[in-house]
């Protein structure tokens, strides 16, 4: 066998490697952390450990499992999308119903958890650790607030904002906005400062997305980036009418940042436009939505940018964090950053200058679109990496063996379908990959050679506009009607929700939830559910009794004036009677591209249904939702399918190496750490998507 080269390493992997004997076969057998969300600033999932091998990963065992609490066991709607940081033999991570905790990493055993109430129902994908080697943090997004913790203790320290806490709301209102408001991706820490994002909503209230570092010791504000221009900054003549964040939201900092802290750096994915379908009230390009930002991390001021989406309407805004990696490009070393996208693309550029590695052509897409919109005349398309999924749906892409074959072709004859970025009119359009990928949050791993590593699904998804009723006397509006201007569009006109229950069936929800636990969501918002909190009382009463099956009073709803015309049919995911995607496999992808020349390694299946296993068919993938691992000893950790497995590949060959059964569903990011020379990897096991059982199950696994 050829021996294994030695590995070029650059940023924080100079300094682990000073730490470690090398890697020549010999253990690293020092500890090692996994420090950040994504296990580093170049948020590359990544690690120098090797103690789990190839040879030796049949070995692998469950070391301890950790009961984080808050399951919702009764309508599996809960979820744990958290990646857990490593710190000193302490595990941060957060629970099923949104408690961040502390373990001892070797043995499981809780050293401290919070008992925050009303957080609204809101998933979590980590916590953020700052130290200047005496004080000690953690920050946790919960709700609208971001907390600063005690490492030790889990305690709110009084000393940060305003009684531990900052208000994300606080700067980004706008005239008709809603008050949802979300930090469930970990912040961002340069020097003493914290970058942090949020989630808004993604309809026409949707508070503006300004990205904004605050001091990680007394919580004050000390910069704010305009995604959303004001006038006289640049990019604000790409808004029109005037005034822009007068009227819209958006363009926020959702899916995380990573960061070159030697060169004060910070590369920011920014979100879709609000409302994501229509743009008719927002002619231009629209910048800063859908970009790739870089910001002077001290400043906030912007260094460069590239719109990977112009005049969204297709909410194909990059989903996760962006991978800052070392290539060989044309014969010379070259600092890049890569993003990902839900359409399956790979942009590379030079992570300084901004310029792209690998040519990238403005191509028209010219359809006719709903009247009003004025869609972008090109979308940005790289040549190179070619995509990681495919990029249209036609007749000869539907499944060959689905019982539904005809009644799929003949749908199909009627959709507009075939390409990306075509516009959504009141025709079923199809969108493929589906409106979240493609890539997803979980987001792609890199390693020191500069090989990509991406997880994707490939499920066609299909949706329609349709004009929002203009009620001749709005003292006429019934909960009924009500529900279907606000509501309608997710769980459907018969609140039947969608297939995958990623939107849930409201049909007899007043025999499962107290009208003061519906309420509570109508108010709050839960998971990718907004808040409503800015629609009357009158109106919420009308529709809490709907959903009740009671009988409701017409009442005065707010005004159409001034609002958008159209509403969309909801994010409806295709499936035959059978329960499978109307596409022929793959569903669920698993590929390795080289960045140094832009070339596909290999691309295998991730996940399979065993009932088409046993029928003689090849394993088809699966919809997924969680990042990959990958290690110096040539492993490639993943869970995130429905089969609920996790997998350990061959990250040279793309070849299964070992599997297990979790006890839920992984849609999460693996972690890897060691303490007193042992290896760990972990992985929070917390279902609750794709019609899975929810759970609270942290696993650890660790060599026999």
């Known amino acids: ?88 033999g302490i595990l941060y991570g957060v629970s099923a119903d949104t408690q961040a905790f502390a373990l001892d990493a070797a043995t499981g055993e809780e050293r401290w958890k919070t008992k925050f109430e009303g957080q609204g129902g809101m998933t979590s994908r980590g916590v953020t650790y700052w130290s200047d080697g005496k004080d000690e943090r953690i920050f946790f997004g919960l709700g609208k607030w971001v907390y600063a913790l005690d490492a030790k203790t889990g305690k709110v320290l009084s000393d940060f904002g305003t009684g531990g806490r900052i208000d994300l709301k606080t700067g980004v209102e706008r005239p008709g906005a809603d008050d949802y408001i979300r930090s469930n991706t970990p912040n961002t820490i340069y020097k003493n400062l914290l970058i942090v994002g949020a989630r808004v909503s993604e309809n026409e209230f949707a508070l503006l997305g300004d990205i904004r570092a605050y ?95 112009h005049h969204d309407i297709w909410d194909r805004d990059p989903p996760t964090t962006p991978n800052l990696v070392t290539v060989l490009h044309q014969g010379k070393k070259v600092d890049a950053v890569a993003q990902i996208t839900k359409q399956g693309q790979v942009f590379v550029f030079n992570r300084v200058t901004g310029e792209p590695l690998f040519p990238i052509d403005e191509k028209s897409f010219d359809y006719e679109a709903m009247p009003g919109e004025t869609t972008a005349k090109t979308q940005p398309i790289p040549r190179k990496p070619a995509p990681f999924t495919r990029q249209s749906f036609t007749e000869k892409d539907i499944n060959p063996w689905s019982k539904d074959k005809v009644s799929i072709a003949q749908t199909l004859k009627t959709a507009r379908t075939g390409s990306p970025y075509i516009p959504i009119t009141g025709q079923m359009t199809l969108f493929f990959p589906g409106t979240d990928g493609g890539a997803q949050w979980g987001g792609a791993a890199s390693d020191p050679e500069g090989v990509l590593y991406i997880p994707a699904k490939e499920n066609p998804c299909f949706s329609s506009l349709v004009p929002i009723e203009q009620a001749a006397n709005p003292a006429n509006q019934t909960g009924k009607e009500l529900y279907s201007r606000y509501c309608s569009a997710c769980h459907g006109n018969e609140r039947q929700g969608n297939h995958d229950g990623s939107y849930p069936s409201l049909v007899g929800i007043g025999s499962r939830l107290s009208p003061q636990a519906i309420r509570q969501v109508l108010e709050q918002g839960k998971g990718m559910m907004p808040s409503f909190s800015h629609i009357s009382e009158q109106e919420k009463k009308a529709i809490l009794d709907f959903l009740s099956d009671k009988k409701s009073i017409s009442v005065v709803a707010k005004s159409n004036s001034g609002r958008l015309p159209y509403k969309h049919t909801g994010y409806n995911r295709w499936y035959d009677q059978d329960g499978y995607p109307v596409s022929a496999p793959p569903w669920g992808t698993l590929t390795a591209i080289d960045l140094n020349t832009g070339e596909h390694k290999w691309q295998v299946p991730l ?98």
């Open 1 to 88: 066998m050829q021996k294994q080269r030695t590995w070029m390493w650059y940023g924080i992997g100079i300094l682990l490697l000073t730490l470690t004997i090398g890697f020549n076969g010999k253990s690293v057998n020092q500890d090692v952390d996994w420090p950040e969300y994504q296990g580093d600033a170049e948020r590359s999932h990544y690690s120098v450990l090797n103690n789990i091998t190839p040879q030796n990963i049949k070995n692998l065992k469950v070391a301890w499992t950790y009961a984080s609490g808050g399951a919702d066991t009764v309508g599996n709607r809960s979820q744990m999308q958290c990646n857990p940081i490593i710190i000193k």
């Open 215 to 309: 001091d990680t010791r007394s919580g004050a504000l000390v910069w704010t980036f305009h995604t959303i221009p004001k006038p006289g900054e640049f990019g604000y003549s790409s808004w029109q009418p005037a005034n822009p964040r007068e009227r819209l939201g958006g363009a926020n900092a959702w899916a995380g940042m990573a960061i070159d802290r030697d060169r004060g750096i910070v590369y920011i994915p920014t979100g879709s436009a609000a409302f994501d379908f229509y743009g008719g009230n927002r002619t231009g390009d629209n910048l800063y939505a859908n970009c790739l930002l870089a910001l002077d991390a001290a400043t906030g001021k912007r260094l460069w940018h590239f719109q990977l989406v």
């Open 607 to 704: 996940g399979e249904y065993k009932e088409l296993t046993e029928r003689g068919i090849a394993p088809t993938g699966t919809d997924n939702y969680g990042g990959p691992l990958v290690t110096s000893s040539g492993l490639l950790f993943i869970a995130a399918t429905k089969d609920e497995q996790f997998r350990a590949f061959d990250r040279l060959t793309g070849k299964i190496l070992w599997q297990t059964q979790l006890p839920f569903a992984g849609y999460a990011t693996p972690a890897t750490y060691s303490v007193n020379g042992k290896q760990y990897v972990v992985i929070a096991c917390g279902g609750g998507k794709l019609k899975s059982a929810s759970g609270d199950v942290y696993v650890a696994y660790a060599l026999d």
